[in-house]
Every structure is written in C-alpha cells, then in structure tokens.
Nanobody, 115 residues
Framework: QLVESGGGLVQPGGSLTLSCVAS????????MGWYRQVPGKQRELVAF???????KYEDSVKGRFAISRDDAKNTLTLQMNNLKPEDTAVYYC???????????WGQGTQVTVSS
C-alpha cells in the first residue's frame, strides 16, 4: 500500500514537500518514482530514484524538484521548489521495475499552484 501526503495550495514560486509511505518490508529493494497526472492527460513520471540512490528528473522539473528516500522508514520524499502553475496535478508514488510502475496506485495528493 502506498500513501501519499503533503499536497496543498501554494503560490507560484512557493515550495511543498510530498511524502509517500509504503507498507511492507521490501521497500529498499525497489526503484521508486513520483508521477503526476492532470485531468485528460496520461500520468507522467517526473522523478526517479534507484534502489542505490541515483536520481533522474523530467526536464521541466530539473533543478526545482529533489527526490529522496529513507529505506529505514519506507518513505519516499519529493521536495518541490519554485513551483509553477503547470506543476498543478495529482502526485503519486510507485515502485518501478523495468521502467514501469508496478504497484497499486494510492489516492495521490493534490498540488495546486495558483495566485
């Protein structure tokens, strides 16, 4: 089970920190990703972290978002800075195998960037 939290309403230029807590005791094995989805569009991967801590980002969030993990707490974090209106979406986390999300989707957390 994946439970996301930390979303909210923020002004452009603001920051938010999203958290994802995973159940079970094999979190550390998986590569993990943060995805986002807006109505009418496909869910997209915006940040990736390998089970060894290597990170990758979608171009539009590079330099603004930072993904991290705490395997001892089964927790994935996404620090989002300098938020833009186009970052508005529901954000989800999921484990990744062979570039594909493999877990059941949680409820996500809504991020709204607006003045």
């Amino acid at each position: 089970q994946l439970v996301e939290s930390g979303g909210g309403l923020v002004q452009p230029g603001g920051s938010l920190t999203l958290s994802c807590v995973a159940s079970g005791n094999i979190f550390y094995i998986y590569h993990m990703g943060w995805y986002r989805q807006v109505p009418g569009k496909q869910r997209e991967l915006v940040a990736f972290i390998s089970n060894g801590g290597e990170t990758k980002y979608e171009d539009s969030v590079k330099g603004r978002f930072a993904i991290s993990r705490d395997d001892a707490k089964n927790t994935l974090t996404l620090q989002m800075n300098n938020l833009k209106p186009e970052d508005t979406a529901v954000y989800y986390c999921n484990p990744i195998i062979d570039d594909l999300p493999v877990g059941n989707w949680g409820q996500g957390t809504q991020v709204t960037v607006s003045s």
